[in-house]
């Protein structure tokens, strides 16, 4: 899927969310575990206000370990319920429900001393294009259709699915976007892989990530390709093509190193996984 830009459409969505959480006791955020904040949007603390929160680092399988820690005890510190998740493995239901009972904590207790017992507690899920949010509502829902947008003529109380006794989900996400303008979020989203690669600044990108690589990463670099850089080499970069390219055999282009090549490989790996478990936003620079 391709993040699209459009203002009225993300307006319209917006607006369709504002009506929806007024209808939930928790909100359940999903954010890419390899980029946490750039993949979520600010405007969801104002619009999920007075609301249980949970925050689940989804695409976990795909994010370094060492810093699906650091994130997770980022987002407590901030009072967030947190769990790390791969939404498209068997769901978690257990140990997600404590997590939303605890979320859940004041409702249920304000429940309770109005003798409402058992109200089930009622949630939706929210993200950004592409984080996963159909994957996990199928997945909890225990089913492999897909059900997307606002579908006329069918009522709310319709796109309601009981997941447990005591756990209800509307089977409709709420989209938010990334903040595209500010440029290091749109950096990390580009790393993601949801946006069209044609238009985005491929060459300056893949500077960014061998960089990056290089500084955090560097064993992954020699696992992938047998590549160790050297930053301080002003030639760092085309060692790196040649290097790249040669490794994987990429044929000369009239007799060059076909650059376009090496990049277009080395995204894909990114995308898919393969290059390894990165975290693109650096989790070092997480600090209270
Ligand atoms: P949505 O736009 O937020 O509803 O995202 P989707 O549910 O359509 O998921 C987008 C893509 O990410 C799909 O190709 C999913 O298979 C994939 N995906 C979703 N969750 C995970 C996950 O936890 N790990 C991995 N590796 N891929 C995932």
Redesign the pocket.
């Known amino acids: 899927?391709n993040i699209q830009w459009y203002p009225g459409h993300m307006t319209k969505a917006k607006r369709a969310m504002k009506e929806d959480v007024k209808l939930v006791d928790l909100v359940i955020e999903?954010v890419d575990a390899r980029a946490p904040l750039a993949s979520r949007n600010p405007d969801i603390d104002s619009l999920a206000a007075g609301k249980g929160r949970v925050i689940l680092l989804?695409?976990?399988?795909?994010a370094s370990e060492k810093a699906n820690a650091v994130w997770i005890t980022y987002f407590e510190s901030q009072g967030f319920q947190v769990m790390k998740?791969?939404?498209?493995?068997k769901a978690t239901l257990k140990q997600l429900n404590a997590l939303i009972q605890e979320a859940c904590k004041e409702k249920i207790e304000r429940d309770r001393r109005r003798g409402i017992l058992n109200r089930p507690v009622r949630a939706m899920v929210v993200?950004?294009?592409?984080?996963?949010?159909?994957?996990?509502?199928?997945k909890l829902a225990n089913r492999k259709a897909?059900v997307?947008g606002n579908k006329p003529g069918v009522t709310k109380a319709q796109q309601i699915i009981r997941v447990a006794k005591d756990f209800e989900l509307f089977d409709t996400?709420g989209?938010l976007w990334p903040k595209f303008e500010d440029e290091h979020i749109a950096r990390n989203i580009a790393l993601l892989g949801?946006i069209k690669q044609d238009i985005l600044p491929l060459d300056d990108l893949f500077v960014y990530v061998m960089t990056y690589l290089t500084k955090y990463y560097p064993d992954l670099l020699k696992e992938r390709y047998g590549l160790e850089i050297d930053l301080d080499d002003s030639d760092w970069l085309l060692k790196a093509f040649d290097h790249i390219a040669q490794k994987r055999k990429i044929k000369l282009l009239r007799g060059e190193t076909d650059y376009d090549r090496v990049i277009q490989l080395v995204f894909s790996e990114i995308y898919d996984?393969s290059i390894g478990k990165v975290t693109w936003e650096d989790y070092t620079c997480v600090k209270d």
């Open positions: 899927m999903l989804n695409k976990a399988d795909l998740i791969d939404a498209r493995a993200g950004i294009p592409n984080v996963g949010k159909s994957t996990f509502i199928n897909t997307t996400p989209v949801s996984g």
